[in-house]
């Protein structure tokens, strides 16, 4: 056989990749899965978005045709005008906005279109793994900047070695942070981190997935919100969350035009954009009234405080995150000292409980697992009644 590339081999096994496997071995031993392990949203997309898209479909066949690979004047328009409203950020829709085939795909190439060998990425750890293997599949080298408690879950800039500093091309950060939960509480970091990308010549690409996933009063502010981060960075974006969106494969980019057009100009190589019928499905969501996101967002709350309140009942202490639908938790006693692998691979196999092990986020994830709150309410009372019997050793938890 032929020998992948060595960027091929060198990624590590795609955690998702993996989770299926256990949940694959859990099916055909006819368990009864209850899946919090991938940020799936399990609520419908709006009927008027679907609407949208199929009178857009059944009526105006030049949709059929091939896109604009930065998205078409009206989607970009329609994000420029969302900008304006929702973070009172300007945009030329010309040429500071696009569309991507969700951004994940807008990461990994731009990451395609920035590196050459042996480039430095400075990624969080732990993180959504995108982040890092869109370096790796590029031939750059990533950077981890440690994500801990005593920071805040921020990195450290001053701890970032001068060698490293001078060999970065480009800076990732997330926040609302996948896997932490973890926000920005306020802008002084990323006025920081706009301060020391000028200082090195450093793109910041700032992953705003879960802005509008928010609870407890908490607003998520925009990386281009901040004094001079237009000069230096872009922001991606997505329909997946905000909008239960995931298989529209629908996001954007926004931000720094050249960066924007560098972009735009690598993917007109590689792909046509998104279809022009999701693309006006899209505008429409960006039209809905704030209310249809409020109550995705309550919904995931219900679930999420009902399943904290019942699990600390049973000893296992969460904290409940200000953004995201994900729960990161310790490693419960008495399993406390077991990798996150080996706990997420006994969990599920004791108690049809699919979760992420920390370790797939990085090395810093370690000790702890995500749960995703995308499953039917009722569902979280019975993973609790089955965690309960699991912590209590009371039988396997089914
Ligand atoms: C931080 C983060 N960024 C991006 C994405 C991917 O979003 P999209 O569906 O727009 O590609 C995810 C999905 O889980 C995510 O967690």
Redesign the pocket.
């Known amino acids: 056989m032929i020998s992948p590339s060595e960027k091929i081999k060198n990624l590590p096994p795609y955690l998702f990749g993996a989770i299926d496997i256990l949940k694959a071995n859990a099916f055909r031993k006819k368990l009864d899965v209850i899946d919090l392990a ?3 949203p399990d609520l419908p997309t709006d009927p008027s978005i679907v609407e949208r898209l199929i009178d857009t479909v059944k009526n105006h066949p030049r949709t059929h045709r091939y896109p604009q690979a930065k998205g078409m004047p009206k989607f970009r328009l329609a994000l420029a005008n969302w900008y304006k409203r929702r973070f009172g950020v300007n945009l030329n829709p010309e040429t500071e906005a696009a569309a ?8 990994a190439h731009l990451c395609q279109a920035y590196l050459d060998s042996g480039d430095v990425v400075l990624v969080p750890n732990p ?2 793994p ?2 890092l293997n869109s370096v790796i599949l590029a031939g750059g080298e990533p950077y981890m900047m440690p994500l801990v408690k005593e920071n805040g879950y921020i990195p450290v800039l001053s701890e970032i070695p001068e060698n490293i500093r001078r060999r970065a091309k480009i800076m990732i950060l ?1 926040y609302p ?3 932490t939960g973890v926000v920005i509480e306020d802008l002084k970091f990323l006025e920081d981190a706009v301060e020391f990308a000028k200082k090195y010549g450093i793109i910041i690409v700032y ?1 705003n ?2 802005c509008e996933i928010t609870y407890d009063g908490y607003v998520a502010p925009s990386f281009l919100q901040v004094k001079g981060a237009m000069g230096v960075g872009i922001e ?6 905000t909008y239960n969106m ?1 298989g529209w ?3 954007w980019a926004v931000g720094n035009s050249e960066v924007i057009s560098t972009l735009s100009k690598y993917k007109s190589y590689i792909d046509y954009g998104v279809s022009t019928f999701i693309q006006l499905a899209a505008v429409k969501a960006l039209e809905l009234p704030a209310e249809k996101i409020r109550q995705t967002v309550a919904e995931y709350e219900r679930r999420m405080d009902f399943f904290i309140k019942k699990l600390k009942s049973i000893g296992w202490i969460i904290e409940k995150p200000k953004a ?1 639908m994900y729960l990161w938790a310790k490693i419960p006693p008495p399993y406390a000292a077991m990798p996150s692998l080996e706990f997420a691979e006994l969990l599920i196999e004791s108690t049809g409980i699919a979760v992420t092990p920390g370790s797939g986020f990085g090395t810093y994830g370690e000790g702890f697992v995500r749960m995703a709150m995308v499953t039917h309410y009722r569902r979280f009372h019975d993973a609790y009644l089955r965690l309960k019997k699991f912590l209590s050793g009371k039988g396997r938890g089914r």
Do not use: Q, W
């Open positions: 991938m940020g799936n991507l085939i969700g951004s994940k795909e807008g990461i993180c959504y995108v982040h997330n942070n996948n896997p992953d997935a879960y991606v974006g997505s329909f997946s969350k995931a494969r629908i996001g995201t």
